[in-house]
Nanobody, 119 residues
Framework: QVRLVESGGGLVQPGESLRLSCAAS???????????MAWYRQAPGKQRELIAS??????HYADSVKGRFTISRDNAEYRVVLQMNSLKPEDTAVYYC???????????WGQGTQVTVSA
């Protein structure tokens, strides 16, 4: 069984930075190639939203985080990092890692990590 595991969440003050990491664990050999990885977040009372994704060399960001967040995928194919700068209170949410494979529609999710931005 495969799962994604996030780390790096926590409590920070407005304007500070956090770095979230996500890596696959379990039967990694069964994953094969992941076509893309992404970060979602879900704030209390709101729907889960896509905030950043990386497919190949292409990245995409939600307008709310553009210019402040950077997604990267390192040489270990099943690892993705989200660098979050200039954090705002409205960035407070549970952040989820996601990976997908196109040919069979398989999607992997992490359990989520809490990010709280508060003075």
């Amino acid at each position: 069984q495969v799962r994604l595991v996030e780390s790096g969440g926590g409590l920070v003050q407005p304007g500070e930075s956090l770095r979230l990491s996500c890596a696959a664990s379990g039967n990694i050999a069964s994953i094969g190639r992941l076509d893309g990885m992404a970060w979602y977040r879900q704030a209390p009372g709101k729907q889960r939203e896509l905030i950043a994704s990386v497919t190949g060399i292409n990245t995409h960001y939600a307008d709310s985080v553009k210019g402040r967040f950077t997604i990267s995928r390192d040489n270990a194919e099943y690892r993705v990092v989200l660098q979050m700068n200039s954090l705002k209170p409205e960035d407070t949410a549970v952040y989820y890692c996601n990976g997908w494979r196109i040919w069979d529609g398989t999607t992997y999710w992490g359990q989520g990590t809490q990010v709280t931005v508060s003075a």
